[in-house]
């Protein structure tokens, strides 16, 4: 018998690890949205972070590695471990940045992708509504696990990202990975990890 | 007066207009057979990550810059912040580029084109057909290519020059310890208040 190299990767494509994306139906929306309403007993969140940025015309990704830190509504604090050290602190409106040693503060919204991010990543923990003004919003199951996906309908956000896909994580519900596709397809993956909610956070974490 | 002052703008206008480029201490020119003069920027075969510094308009920006060359003749540029957002993505080449993306803040026709200018500088292989003359430096090897000015060390680039309108326009100097290609490399632009400096990161190999 010939076997040819078509046949071998038909064969082969159903078991692969592409990934499945399959739209939920109302009742599944339903259960989800049940779901995050119960995030809302959030108070705080420490955890950490890898973010893998990938080119197209790049066979690997960079890979940078911190810690994060969410506490009530208004203190975010990012830290950048490796391969690099920077820290970020949101609070009162501004970004509070250290930079080895150089310290500075901008206004939120220097840096539009990092505004969109923590304001996702702190009301996905929170269970919070995403803006049907500002966002298409559709409700996916990818892989056996929920998955949000919000598409900009502003034009000015759409100049950044085509899609920003929000995925739960099935053990404890909360916001696992944060994916931002640019309108070139290169896309940033945000995977949190070692998640201790509701532990106490010292305000002085957020003081830089 | 009025006439006298007319005559003293022209002349000045004149005088500068014509100046021409004096490299420190250089005092003649020699013709030079085709000398290769930028070859860090030649295998095709990896991408190169730096770490970047950029200090544009008293405005910090940290991230990192991918570089591939496709071929000698095009290299592919991206700078992407530490946040992830890529601010740009384009593909240069020695007679213009072309634009993969560009972050809305750097989508300025002047702005492309000084990126496009700074990344070409560093990475373009260039032929330099003329050689500068020292007086009191018998082993000095600068050639001159088009506008630009290419200082060697141990046979490879080591500073670049580049003039426009007799004035220096960008400033590179390269870190290259191992001659392989550049540990570190600064560039500071004349005109505008830029300033970029890369570190040599890894190699973006492989899957």
Redesign the interface.
Known sequence: MKINIISVVLLIIPFGGWSQLKPMDAAQVQVFEQSLSQLERVQTLEADFV?Y?H?S????A?V?KGKLYLKGTNLLRWS?LT??V?DMVFKDGKIQIN?EG?K?SIDVGG????EK?SKLVSSSIRGGKYDQREFQVGYFIKDGVNMVRLTPKVT?AK??FTTIDVIFSSTDKHIQEVV?T???K?Y?R?VLSNKKINKHIDDTIFNL | MIRFLTFSAFVVFLLSSCRSYQYLDAVGVRPENAKEVNTFFLDTST?L?Y?AKVEAFSK?I?G?V?L?TVSPQEH?V?F???????LF?ISIFSDGHKS??I??ELAKKSMQETLADIFRIITERRFANAALIFKDKQHYPVYIAGDSYYKLKRNVVDNIVTVRGGREQLVVDFNSPKDAIPEQIEVQHKKYPLKVNLIF?RY????
């Open positions: 973010q940025k080119m015309f790049m066979k690997t960079i940078s950048y391969p690099f920077y930079d150089n500075r840096s539009a992708q990092f991010i000015q100049k950044y931002l640019e309108p070139s290169d940033t945000f | 991408a990550i770490r910090p940290n990192s991918f591939k592919r991206a992407v912040n530490d946040f992830g957002q890529t993505d993969h993306f972050a809305p990161e973006d190999q492989s899957k």
